[in-house]
């Protein structure tokens, strides 16, 4: 059965913390993605990757890094973090080929306060 | 031009009822439209998609329409029942190497019993 998982699925961090949010995925897919989902506003990409140790830009990267280095594990980093970057992160992956069904993992609300 | 636009945002519908949600899109390199269903808690999972080759398909209670001159696609949701209540977020990607999903903002649905 299909599986992304998120390590961390609430998070209380303060102001100007450094966050790890972890996803690992067990498809053997190239494609790995991380979201941001807040209400009204729907999913918005924050960056992917299509490689081992590649990463593209989404729509909203300020603020956010990536880290790729083994094909399964797939971070998002929030650098300093801000009470705006209060959200739920989603993580997902996908297969190259057909059909491009992308698979999502449970989600980790992160709140910063 | 990335954009698939969702409507509505929310949609309460009478236990039986159908449910109808309609997205559009610019970019006619989009070759694949997908419809996740997601429930409080829980990441999006893939529930119907489509390729712009067919005008319809159904699964069960659940039929996508597609209209590719007017760049529309929709979900009906026939005999709609409360365990339908979530959101639906709509999407779309071209078939090239290392792109993303494009999703709308996604329709919050309640079924009332």
């Known amino acids: 059965d299909v599986k992304v998982t998120q390590s961390s699925r609430y998070l209380v961090k303060r102001t100007g913390e450094k966050v790890f949010l972890e996803c690992v995925q067990d498809m053997d897919h190239e494609n790995m993605f991380w979201y941001r989902q807040d209400p009204g506003l729907g999913l918005r990409l924050i960056y992917f990757?299509?490689?081992?140790?590649?990463?593209e830009k989404g729509d909203i990267p300020e603020g956010y890094s990536v880290s790729r280095e083994k094909k399964e594990r797939f971070s998002l980093i929030l650098e300093s973090a801000s009470t705006n970057q209060t959200s739920m992160y989603l993580c997902?992956?996908?297969?190259?080929?057909?059909?491009?069904?992308?698979?999502f993992g449970e989600g980790s609300w992160l709140t910063v306060v | 031009q990335q954009q698939v636009k969702q409507s509505p945002q929310s949609l309460i519908v009478q236990k039986g009822g159908i449910s109808i949600i309609n997205c559009a899109y610019e970019n006619t390199a989009f070759d694949y439209f997908p419809w996740y269903q997601q429930f409080p808690g829980k990441g999006p999972a893939l529930l119907i998609a489509i390729r712009p080759d067919v005008s319809e398909k159904k699964e069960g209670r659940f039929t996508i329409s597609f209209n590719k001159s007017a760049k529309q696609f929709s979900l009906h949701i026939m005999d709609s029942q409360p365990g339908d209540s979530a959101t639906y977020f709509c999407a779309a990607s071209t078939g090239q190497a290392g792109t993303a999903l494009i999703f709308g903002k996604g329709t919050t649905l309640s079924v009332s019993s």
């Open positions: 990757s299509y490689d081992v140790k590649m990463k």
């Open positions: 997902a992956s996908r297969g190259t080929g057909r059909p491009n069904t992308i698979y």
